[in-house]
């Protein structure tokens, strides 16, 4: 079964701090994706990664395929980063694109 | 920069009626996806569509679904009979290439009396 597991499950910061959100899977993977979940539930992607890190303005993603673990680091948190913010992940084999999607860690940045 | 588009935003419909659901996913892309999110619940893969042609499908889209490109540009999920428990917010997503990084549109939130 593919388990995806995000924590925490809801997270409130000060505006500036730095921020840290955690995906668990279960099964091995060929690729992960973080995505944000607007109030109003538009859904954009942040990030696709298979290894190593990514960099996206104050937006960071690491992932380490041996321990099965994704973090989303955000610098300088702002309230405009209040979201939900979604893991999915592709498993192997790679029979097709079905992404499986964790519940997602919901964020409030306060001024 | 190009987007996903879907329409409408919000479809209220009779239990038992049909429903299509528009997308217009971005141009170049080849894939194409519906996902659903029950109120509260995590996102759900429906199905994947590449070459006018089903390549994947998960368990929840039976018979009642079916998916079309009827032209170059729309792709459509159609629910032929609508239950209470087809109530959700229904996403499109696009992707050049398989295994890429998927854009999604905006969403269509079906309510089902």
């Known amino acids: 079964k593919n388990e995806v597991e995000q924590s925490p499950q809801n997270l409130t910061a000060q505006e500036g701090e730095f921020i840290t959100i955690n995906c668990s899977y279960s099964?091995?993977?060929?690729?992960l994706h973080w995505l944000q979940q607007h109030p109003g539930g538009g859904i954009v992607s942040l990030f696709m990664l298979s290894s190593g890190k990514k960099k996206h303005g104050r937006l960071i993603a690491t992932i380490n395929i041996q321990e099965k673990h994704s973090s989303l680091h955000i610098t300088a948190s702002h309230p405009r980063d209040s979201a939900v913010y979604i893991c999915a992940v592709l498993p192997l084999p790679n029979t097709g694109n079905q992404f499986y999607f964790g519940t997602g860690t919901s964020l409030t940045v306060i001024p | 920069e190009p987007e996903v588009t879907q329409t409408p935003s919000h479809q209220v419909t009779q239990m038992g009626q049909e429903v299509i659901l528009r997308c217009v996913p971005i141009?170049?892309?080849?894939?194409f996806y519906w996902y659903r999110q029950i109120l509260g619940q995590k996102v759900e893969f429906l199905v994947s569509f590449y070459n006018n042609e089903i390549s994947e499908k998960s368990e929840i889209f039976d018979d009642q679904f079916s998916v079309e490109r009827p032209d170059g540009s729309n792709f459509t999920l159609k629910i032929r009979s609508t239950k209470l428990e087809d109530s959700a917010m229904y996403f499109c997503?696009?992707?050049?290439?398989?295994?890429?990084?998927?854009?999604f549109g905006p969403g269509t939130r079906l309510t089902v009396l």
């Open positions: 997503a696009s992707s050049e290439l398989m295994y890429n990084e998927q854009f």
């Open positions: 141009s170049n892309h080849l894939y």
């Open positions: 099964v091995g993977i060929s690729a």
